[in-house]
């Protein structure tokens, strides 16, 4: 019955996307936009030319994310973050507000170009992993070693395989390895990617440095110079900072903003959750270290919605045509 459920959904979602994408192509839809009000912080990550899917579910490609730019100047009023804090917003249009996590050089290279043809701005969260001298964050690491990666390995005595997807888990206690490295602190992480490289040397492939390579100083810099763009802090390391150690997640949080900071030459004052992951604590340290604007995905805590700091955001879905996004955006959900 599960099986049989699982299918009936799935078509269930099919037909209302195609049912909405007939609406746009023959103009049915221009009434749902117009009438659309509200807000909402979206959340991006990678763009790359094809194959968008080809390590993780977070990457669109730079074709699909201009469209999202052409509705976005057709339909929507886009605002700057600190407008979206200070409600500078449009009564007669649903009002976005564009963020990308994580850092990808194809963020300069795909989404700044643009985003100054479109004149739209969007905040860029950013690690300081190339200060700490790594240009892929860990969990990249992870998942193109899966991808290319044997069927089994071998890690600190215990045995890992490939589940449907592709990612390692446990052959001991089914837990992905992922998950694991998750709750470690980064000197793990090292370990781990220092031990399983030379399985996979993916680097030598320099067609994939869109997936994974991360931004430049320079690059940080000169992103940090346009109009459209505003800098913001997103972990020293990328790591999950509600299950590491509290000391090791502040000092994070105090260095990156340093060090970006050091690079741009500006004041670094909103601060992103890596995975939206983060705890009381976590909020008032980022406070105490001088951010006004902290960024998760769901609130996790109750008193999260009255806090003028905290703000949700939405991921976007890059397995969804673009008209099919818009619509999510405004009603801030997927089809189930």
């Known amino acids: ?160 395989a490939k589940d449907k997807l592709g990612r390692y888990y446990s052959l001991n206690s089914g837990i992905k390895l992922a998950d694991m490295l998750k709750k470690t602190g980064f000197n793990a992480k090292i370990e781990m990617m220092e031990t399983l490289y030379p399985l996979v040397p993916f680097k030598n492939n320099t067609k994939d440095k869109d997936y994974w390579l991360q931004m430049t100083a320079e690059q940080i810099k000169s992103l940090s110079t346009s109009p459209y763009a505003t800098i913001g802090a997103h972990g020293y390391y990328h790591n999950d900072m509600a299950h590491i150690n509290l000391t090791d997640s502040i000092t994070e949080i105090i260095l990156c903003k340093t060090y970006l900071e050091n690079i741009t030459q500006k004041t670094i004052r909103s601060f992103a959750f890596p995975y939206g992951s983060y705890t009381p604590q976590l909020v008032d340290a980022a406070k105490s270290a001088g951010y006004n604007q902290l960024l998760a995905m769901d609130f996790l805590f109750e008193q999260d919605a009255n806090d003028a700091v905290m ?26």
């Open 1 to 160: 019955m599960a099986i049989v459920q699982r299918v009936k959904s799935k078509l269930r979602r099919e037909s209302i996307h195609l049912y909405r994408d007939i609406r746009h192509s023959i103009g049915m839809d221009n009434g749902f936009y117009r009438q659309a009000k509200g807000s909402r912080i979206l959340i991006y990550h990678g763009i790359c030319q094809s194959n968008h899917t080809k390590f993780n579910p977070i990457f669109l490609t730079a074709k699909t994310f201009e469209q999202h730019l052409q509705y976005y100047k057709r339909y929507f009023n886009v605002v700057t973050l600190d407008d979206y804090y200070n409600q500078k917003f449009s009564p007669d249009k649903f009002n976005i507000c564009i963020t990308f996590d994580d850092g990808f050089a194809n963020n300069y290279k795909y989404v700044l170009p643009l985003l100054e043809k479109y004149q739209l701005p969007a905040t860029f969260f950013i690690t300081a992993i190339r200060h700490a001298g790594y240009d892929i964050l860990w969990n990249d690491f992870l998942s193109i070693v899966s991808k290319y990666g044997p069927t089994r390995i071998s890690y600190k005595n215990e045995d890992f």
């Open 311 to 336: 703000r949700e955001r939405f991921t976007v879905n890059p397995f969804l045509s673009a008209n099919n996004q818009m619509y999510a955006t405004i009603n801030r959900r997927y089809e189930q």
